[in-house]
T-cell receptor, first 115, second 115 residues
Framework: AQKITQTQPGMFVQEKEAVTLDCTYD???????LFWYKQPSSGEMIFLIY??????QNATEGRYSLNFQKARKSANLVISASQLGDSAMYFC????????????FGKGTRLSVIA | KAGVTQTPRYLIKTRGQQVTLSCSPI?????VSWYQQTPGQGLQFLFE???????NKGNFPGRFSGRQFSNSRSEMNVSTLELGDSALYLC??????????????FGPGTRLTVL
C-alpha cells in the first residue's frame, strides 16, 4: 500500500512568490518522521526539512517550512520567496523508526519557478 | 566534511553483464542505504547496511546484492543485467540511530544504462 502520496505531479510558481507542495501519508504508528528532499536535475537528493510526529511545532528551515496537520496526516512543504534555483523535483518521505524501517518516498512534485 | 561519494557516475553495460557500484559515506556514518530511481517506479529502496550487516532489504530479486566494509564503504552488485535495470542508483548515508530523526545524506548517484 502506498504510504506517501504527492498529488501534484507538477507545479509552477512566480519568482518571489510562496508555494505549497502537498504530501499526505498513511501509517498506523504513533511515532514516525517526515522528510522533504529536493532533487535538482543533477540528480543528488538534498535534505530540506524534518518533522517528527511528536514535534509540537511546525518545522522551519530558512525559507522552508512544514505545515504539519497530524489529524489529517498531511505534511505540506511551504517554500517562501521562491527563487529560480528552487526549480527541481521535491520528494516527501516517511520513516517509521520502530524496527529501523527504511525511508519510503512519494512520487515527487516537479516545481518550476518562473521569472 | 566531505559528502557522500559514488563511483562511477555513469556506466553503460549490455544485457547479461554484471556491474559493481561503490559508495563512500560521510565520515562517522555507519549506515548506508541504496535506492533505485526510475521514471516509472520512482525511488525504491534496495537495502541498508549497518556495521557491515544488512539491516533491511527491499523487494528486489537476488541479482541485486550488496556489502559493507569495516570502513563503512559499501558496494552494490547487479548480476545478469536486464534492460529494466537502467536507472539512477542512489546511495545514502546516515548515523543509523534508531527511534527518531536519522537524516539520510545522498550521493550524486550512478546512472546505469543497460543496452
Amino acid at each position: 500500500a502506498q504510504k506517501i502520496t504527492q498529488t501534484q505531479p507538477g507545479m509552477f510558481v512566480q519568482e518571489k512568490e510562496a508555494v505549497t507542495l502537498d504530501c499526505t501519508y498513511d501509517t498506523s504508528d504513533q511515532s514516525y518522521g517526515l522528510f522533504w528532499y529536493k532533487q535538482p536535475s543533477s540528480g543528488e537528493m538534498i535534505f530540506l526539512i524534518y518533522q517528527g510526529s511528536y514535534d509540537e511545532q511546525n518545522a522551519t528551515e530558512g525559507r522552508y517550512s512544514l505545515n504539519f496537520q497530524k489529524a489529517r496526516k498531511s505534511a505540506n512543504l511551504v517554500i517562501s520567496a521562491s527563487q529560480l534555483g528552487d526549480s527541481a523535483m521535491y520528494f516527501c518521505a516517511m520513516r517509521e523508526p520502530r524496527g529501523n524501517t527504511p525511508l519510503v518516498f512519494g512520487k515527487g512534485t516537479r516545481l518550476s519557478v518562473i521569472a | 566534511k566531505a559528502g557522500v561519494t559514488q563511483t562511477p557516475r555513469y556506466l553503460i553495460k549490455t544485457r547479461g553483464q554484471q556491474v559493481t557500484l561503490s559508495c563512500s559515506p560521510i565520515s562517522g556514518h555507519r549506515s548506508v542505504s541504496w535506492y533505485q530511481q526510475t521514471p516509472g517506479q520512482g525511488l525504491q529502496f534496495l537495502f541498508e547496511y549497518f556495521s557491515e550487516t544488512q539491516r533491511n532489504k527491499g523487494n528486489f530479486p537476488g541479482r541485486f546484492s550488496g556489502r559493507q566494509f569495516s570502513n563503512s564503504r559499501s558496494e552494490m552488485n547487479v548480476s545478469t543485467l536486464e534492460l529494466g535495470d537502467s536507472a539512477l542508483y542512489l546511495c545514502a548515508s546516515s548515523l543509523g540511530v534508531t527511534g527518531g530523526r536519522d537524516e539520510q545524506f545522498f550521493g550524486p548517484g550512478t546512472r546505469l544504462t543497460v543496452l
